[in-house]
């Protein structure tokens, strides 16, 4: 009993995209990318406590043009993350949940993961 | 009529299995990373020499290397229940699935037992 001239719901495109949209994919985006992340974190570690691992392997490639790239991408997602992240622990105590809530933290953590990164970049 | 409960016959199957552990240790751990990555960032950013031997001595001092077993452990977790929730939501077909998930924790646990051994290492094993 198929009926093709169901109405359909309306999907995601029918939508002006909102910007709490893209806080939600790149909070999951950064997720993985952090986890991948994680693999680089236990190589440095691993290249400090072993003499078989190079430690200037380790800083060759944190130094390449590839290698700063993705330690710059790291550095944003760990930033993004957090600052997302800390925007979630609020919503689950049951806070802050007004569509123009969301969308000012929302800008507020965009804002705030970029300027942490600029800065440490910088320091560091 | 069963003379069971509800909740006697829930417990075990579903989502009942584990109740809300996923959620909650994804919450508990979340919070732990905020301070340890604080913490990481602001100490590395501290060290005076990157150079192999500043490193190691970086790491081997107690509070470091204590920290750096917290954040390595609560990041290998954390990961993992963060990658899972990923796979169970892109990742079709049971059998990939179950294969993915197991495959999700034997690399996590990999991961998280060599930080900690390179940690112990560094702590215990004198100079580099």
């Known amino acids: 009993m198929s009926n093709d001239e169901r109405p359909l719901s309306p999907h995601l495109t029918i939508y002006r995209w909102p910007i709490t949209m893209t806080l939600s994919i790149l909070h999951r985006m950064t997720g993985v990318a952090l986890a991948v992340g994680l693999i680089a974190f236990v190589f440095w570690l691993t290249a400090i406590a072993y003499e078989s691992v190079s430690y200037e392997l380790f800083t060759g490639i944190a130094e390449s043009l590839l290698g700063q790239i993705a330690l710059l991408g790291w550095l944003f997602s760990f930033f993004f993350h957090l600052c997302n992240g800390i925007r979630h622990l609020i919503w689950d105590t049951g806070r802050m949940f007004e569509k123009h809530q969301a969308d000012l933290s929302a800008w507020a953590v965009l804002v705030a993961a970029v300027v942490m990164t600029i800065i440490y970049w910088v320091a560091i | ?128």
């Open chain 2, 1 to 128: 009529m069963s003379l069971r409960s509800p909740l006697s016959r829930v417990l075990g199957s579903g989502s009942a299995k584990e109740g809300t552990d996923h959620w909650w240790l994804q919450r508990v751990t979340a919070i732990a990373l905020v301070i340890l990555g604080a913490w990481f960032l602001i100490s590395l950013a501290g060290i005076e020499s990157y150079s192999a031997p500043g490193m190691h001595a970086w790491v081997a001092s107690p509070l470091n290397a204590t920290m750096l077993l917290l954040t390595s452990f609560t990041l290998a977790w954390h990961s993992m229940i963060g990658v899972q929730v990923v796979i169970e939501d892109y990742v079709h077909g049971s059998a990939m699935k179950v294969a993915s998930i197991i495959l999700n924790k034997f690399v996590h646990v990999f991961l998280g037992l060599a930080a900690v051994l390179a940690i112990l290492k560094i702590v215990l094993g004198g100079a580099a």
